[in-house]
C-alpha cells in the first residue's frame, strides 16, 4: 500500500512538472500606420501606462511605424492565447527550454526591413548566452527585431543559447562596436599593458592609459588590433622594458573594462608622456595638450 501512495505522489509530482515546466513568452508588437498607444492598449486589454513605463517612453513620446513595443502580460488570458498558439504552430517547439522566457513578435503584417545596405564590415558573428532576447540584443545594438531577423532570414524572434547569429553594428560608434568583438585575450594584453604602464597611477589615469591604447585601434592612423597597437615598435615603455610581462592586479583589469564601457578621462588623446622623464618633450609639446592626470599628460 505505501509504495502504491508513493507512486501516485511521484506521478503528480511528474504531471505537475509537465503542466507549469512550460516557455514563457513576452509579446513585442510592431507599430503599424495609424496605430496609437490607445489602440495597443485596448487591443491587449492593457492600459497605456503599463505599455509606457514597459517600454521606459517618455508621457509626451510619439510610437513611430516599424517601432517594437514590449507588451506587458498584465493579461495573462491574451498572453496565454499567444503561447498556445505559438506551441501549435512553430515546429521548433520541442526544442524550446521550458524554463527560457522567449520573445513573440506578435504582428507580421509589417514587412522585415531591407538589410542589404548593412556592409559586410558592420556585421559580426554572435554566440548567443543564457539569457539572451533579440529584443534586448536590439536594444544593446541601436537597432531592431526586424533588422536582425532579416540579416539571419528569421521566420520568428526565437534565438537559443549557443546559436550563431548574425548582428549589425552599422548604428554604433567604433568604440561600441570594438566592445562587441574584443575576447579575453584582448582584455588580459589591455590590462598588462595598463599594469605595465600605469599601476602607480590613480585609478583614473589607469583608465586613461587603457583609453589611449583603445583610440589607437579605432584611429584610421594606428594598426586595427590590440595586439598590433600595443606592440608597435617603439611606442610603450611596458614592451621596450618587459614589464608588459607582468602579471596584472585586478585593479588593472578594473581599469581596463572600464576603458572598454566607454569611460574615456583623455577625451580621444591618442599619446600621453610623463614630463618628468620623458626624452623627447619637445615633440609631445607639438600635439594639441588634452588633459593632465597622475604624472601623465596626454595629447592628441
Do not use: C
Amino acid at each position: 500500500m505505501k509504495k502504491l501512495v508513493y507512486f501516485t505522489f511521484i506521478l503528480i509530482l511528474i504531471f505537475s512538472f509537465e503542466i507549469n515546466a512550460t516557455p514563457q513568452f513576452t509579446l513585442i508588437y510592431v507599430v503599424q500606420q495609424g496605430d496609437t498607444l490607445y489602440d495597443i492598449a485596448r487591443d491587449y486589454g492593457i492600459t497605456v501606462e503599463s505599455i509606457i513605463n514597459y517600454n521606459n517612453l517618455d508621457k509626451n513620446y510619439w510610437i513611430k511605424v516599424g517601432q517594437e513595443l514590449l507588451i506587458p502580460d498584465n493579461n495573462k488570458k491574451i498572453n496565454k492565447k499567444w503561447s498556445y498558439n505559438f506551441l501549435s504552430n512553430n515546429k521548433k517547439k520541442l526544442f524550446l527550454d521550458v524554463y527560457a522566457n522567449y520573445q513573440i513578435r506578435v504582428n507580421k503584417q509589417q514587412p522585415l526591413p531591407d538589410v542589404s545596405n548593412i556592409p559586410d564590415d558592420k556585421i559580426i558573428h554572435y554566440y548567443v548566452g543564457m539569457g539572451d532576447t533579440l529584443f534586448d540584443l536590439a536594444r544593446e545594438l541601436n537597432t531592431n527585431i526586424g533588422t536582425i531577423m532579416a540579416l539571419n532570414d528569421m521566420e520568428d524572434s526565437i534565438i537559443r543559447v549557443g546559436e550563431l547569429i548574425k548582428l549589425p553594428t552599422n548604428k554604433l560608434t567604433p568604440r561600441q562596436a570594438l566592445a562587441l568583438t574584443i575576447n579575453d585575450s584582448d582584455i588580459n594584453l589591455l590590462a598588462r599593458v595598463i599594469h605595465g604602464e600605469a599601476r602607480g597611477e590613480p585609478f583614473i589615469g589607469q583608465v586613461a592609459v587603457g583609453a589611449v591604447v583603445i583610440n589607437r585601434v579605432i584611429s584610421y592612423y594606428f594598426p586595427d588590433t590590440f595586439k598590433q597597437v600595443i606592440y608597435q615598435s617603439g611606442q610603450f615603455s611596458a614592451v621596450s622594458d618587459g614589464q608588459i610581462n607582468l602579471s596584472p592586479n585586478s585593479t588593472s583589469y578594473e581599469a581596463a573594462r572600464a576603458a572598454l564601457k566607454g569611460t574615456d578621462p583623455t577625451m580621444g588623446s591618442l599619446y600621453y608622456y610623463n614630463p618628468k622623464i620623458a626624452k623627447n618633450q619637445r615633440w609631445f609639446s607639438s600635439r594639441r595638450l588634452m588633459v593632465s592626470i597622475g604624472d601623465h599628460v596626454f595629447t592628441k
